[in-house]
């Protein structure tokens, strides 16, 4: 019962790489989302998807590409990293419902380094 | 105005005290409320929902206040594993974002001996 994974769980890379980030889950969730969370920021939504082939923006996408071909995967992938861009990426998702039952299960998250 | 705004502490509480951790939120047409908390280096994890009417689990007791934008978690009997984080979360139910949470930035708990 792995729930919600993340990989890597640590990754460095240089100013203008392309970098990918994989989240997987077990639950067949509707929604998925991607978080960044900085000092002094919190928790900032960068994309979300509210089923596969269905993704949208959220407060901070600029930088930032989804997918979701597949209802269990949404990689996150940064076109070319920026130093701004060196965060903890958390990945969430949710079951589709009222909003009553809104409960979001994170993953483990995703230490990035860009130099 | 920030959407959701939470004093940042640190709150640094002997073992058996009882704390209080207030919220605001700014949109009135938010619509479902939480606390989730967060270990250093960890996932944040849903703590408790929070209802109209006050709710309490435990030791723990949220209250929402509707009218003033307002909810309050309340730990009672303080103990060292509730040293975290302890994040505000309100729910985006409006445009086309239903579902979506805002999250505060945190309360810091730190329980001492």
């Known amino acids: 019962d792995a729930g919600i994974t993340q990989s890597p769980r640590y990754k460095i890379t240089e100013t203008g790489r392309q970098v990918t980030l994989m989240c997987h889950q077990t639950?067949?969730?509707?929604?998925m989302f991607w978080y960044r969370q900085d000092l002094g920021h919190g928790l900032r939504l960068i994309y979300y998807s509210a089923a596969a082939d269905i993704t949208d923006k959220g407060e901070v996408p600029d930088g930032y590409v989804v997918s979701r071909s597949k209802t269990e995967n949404f990689p996150l992938t940064l076109e070319s990293a920026t130093r701004s861009q060196t965060s903890v990426y958390f990945c969430?998702?949710?079951?589709?419902?009222?909003?009553?039952?809104?409960?979001?299960?994170f993953g483990p998250g995703t230490r990035l380094t860009v130099l | 105005r920030k959407e959701v705004e939470q004093d940042p502490g640190p709150f640094n509480v002997p073992e058996g005290a009882t704390v209080a951790f207030n919220c605001t939120y700014s949109?009135?047409?938010?619509?479902?409320f939480f606390w989730y908390r967060q270990d250093c280096r960890k996932e944040p994890k849903l703590l408790m929902s929070?209802?109209?009417s006050g709710n309490e689990d435990g030791r723990f007791t949220a209250q929402l206040n509707r009218a003033s934008q307002y909810i309050s978690l309340l730990i009672r009997d303080s103990k060292l594993s509730d040293s975290a984080t302890y994040l505000c979360v309100v729910n985006m139910n409006y445009g086309g974002s239903q579902g979506n949470l805002i999250f505060g930035k945190g309360t810091k708990l730190s329980v001492k001996p």
């Open positions: 929070v209802y109209s």
């Open positions: 969430a998702s949710r079951a589709s419902g009222t909003l009553s039952y809104n409960e979001q299960f």
């Open positions: 949109n009135s047409a938010s619509q479902s």
């Open positions: 639950w067949s969730h509707s929604y």
